[in-house]
């Protein structure tokens, strides 16, 4: 139609880009933490885990480093193949790294109720959806405060701020770093208490 411009390739890649980043990279663990768990129980690596000097929280933290860093390679890697310099790296790993944290440890801590990776597979995607949610809000399409409350929410700001598509203030940066902060020190002591409850100990799994 004559006058009609068409979209600009390069800012659609930037709307898309956040979501992109979330929905695929800052995810791509959460099943894949979960299936090396219960590999881990299969093989028995578990229980050779309990009897040695590591601590649980090498374990667990060492799963969750690998992940992110992982997530973070990709995630600059396709940033930079598809905005070259025009985007801000700082803001995109300020966002990504916390955010897939909190999603491996969500993970992590669900799957230890669980006897079997396809007993737990489909709770599970109630899980990921919860911590989806402010999608919707950073989209528009369903703009609420409450939103806030899912820790998932900050760091979705500052992947937005990374191309360009909100500009967080001091205070934004401020709640988007250490709110989610809490949330990994609380997710990491409910992941070290279910470990040890339901599987080192294996007090009960979910009916």
Excluded: C
Aim: zero cysteines.
């Amino acid at each position: 139609m004559a006058g009609r411009a068409d979209p600009d390739p390069g800012e659609l890649r930037s709307v898309a880009a956040p979501y992109v980043i979330f929905g695929n990279l800052v995810t791509i663990g959460y099943f894949f933490i979960a299936a090396s768990l219960f590999l881990d129980k299969d093989e028995r690596t578990i229980d050779a885990l309990v009897v040695t000097p590591l601590p649980f929280a090498s374990y667990l933290a060492a799963k969750v480093t690998s992940l992110t860093a992982l997530s973070a390679a990709l995630a600059l890697a396709l940033a930079v193949l598809t905005h070259g310099g025009s985007f801000d790296p700082r803001a995109l790993l300020a966002g990504l790294v916390p955010a897939t944290a909190l999603v491996l440890l969500v993970s992590f801590t669900s799957a230890t109720t669980y006897t079997a990776f396809t007993d737990w597979l489909l709770p599970s995607l109630g899980w990921l959806t919860a911590l989806s949610l402010p999608l919707l809000h950073h989209s528009g399409l369903w703009e609420h405060p409450l939103f806030s409350l899912i820790p998932t929410h900050g760091p979705l700001m500052l992947l937005d701020g990374a191309f360009d598509q909100a500009d967080p203030t001091t205070g934004q940066w401020a709640y988007a770093l250490l709110y989610p902060l809490v949330w990994i020190g609380v997710l990491g002591a409910l992941a070290q208490r279910s470990f040890t409850r339901r599987i080192v100990t294996g007090e009960g799994t979910p009916a």
